[in-house]
């Protein structure tokens, strides 16, 4: 429990680097999820649960007031929320998620069980409400329902474009902007994992079938995606690429 107070606390969440860093010293596994709770013997029985199904989950179990300067909520593919949290309410921190995160869903996980909380949080925006005491299984399977969803979303918008991945297009106000084949693989790929640092090992090894390939290869076509996205793809060096 202490080790993640400190991680969420003294590290700082803001930077995705070093959520990246920590996970990769986990191996390679499902998700990101970033829960928010604050009872103690939950959360941490939560986050040994989930992570023995595969989850790589991110706790923060304090200071909630400051959350929005410390973390990066787009990073995540779902965020667990409590709502009755010290110092700031979970609704006001769904706020802060929907408007600098718009497309994480969100499963609130919370002792209210009323219509009127519900219906609150679903009009903020949150895409799942399940009410304590609950069955833990039925909460692996709603994660999945997300992750799933936001993995399978037929349309993505990057700086303006609107991605349509099932007809395999990329529009602009009307237009259509064309991609070479492997150009839009790559994409993809970088859409199915948006908010994490992708290895070029680990990019070669998808995109291109394990075939042989440079890096200057794959640069190339990095600087392809850039000319029509140059503010939504950042560059780890000696690492590989992240989709903002």
């Not at 069980?113 to 799942?128: M, T």
């Not at 990057?158 to 693989?185: N, Q």
Request: hydrophobic share 40%.
């Amino acid at each position: 429990m202490g080790k993640n107070y400190k991680l969420c606390g003294e590290l700082g969440l803001g930077d995705p680097a070093q959520r990246d860093h920590y996970f990769m010293e986990k191996g390679d596994r499902k998700a990101y999820i970033l829960l928010i709770e604050d009872d103690a013997i939950l959360g941490e029985s939560l986050r040994e649960y989930l992570e023995n199904q595969g989850f790589m989950v991110m706790w923060i179990g304090q200071n909630f007031e400051d959350l929005q300067k410390r973390v990066n909520f787009s990073c995540f593919d779902v965020v667990v929320l409590d709502l009755i949290l010290p110092g700031i309410s979970g609704e006001e921190i769904l706020d802060v998620i929907r408007e600098r995160a718009p497309d994480t869903p969100v499963l609130v996980l919370t002792a209210k069980s009323g219509l009127d909380s519900k219906r609150v949080c679903f009009v903020k925006g949150a895409d799942d409400y399940l009410v304590k005491p609950f069955e833990i299984e039925e909460l692996v399977l709603r994660l999945g329902v997300l992750i799933r969803r936001r993995k399978s979303s037929t349309f993505c918008l990057l700086e303006g474009f609107v991605i349509d991945r099932l007809r395999g297009i990329v529009l602009k106000d009307g237009k259509e902007f064309k991609l070479t084949p492997k150009a839009w693989s790559l994409l993809n790929y970088l859409i199915e994992n948006r908010g994490r640092v992708v290895d070029k090992d680990e990019i070669i090894k998808v995109v291109w079938g394990g075939i042989h390939v440079t890096e200057e290869n794959l640069r190339a076509y990095i600087k392809e995606l850039r000319k029509l996205f140059p503010k939504s793809i950042e560059t780890y060096k000696g690492r590989g690429y992240k989709l903002l």
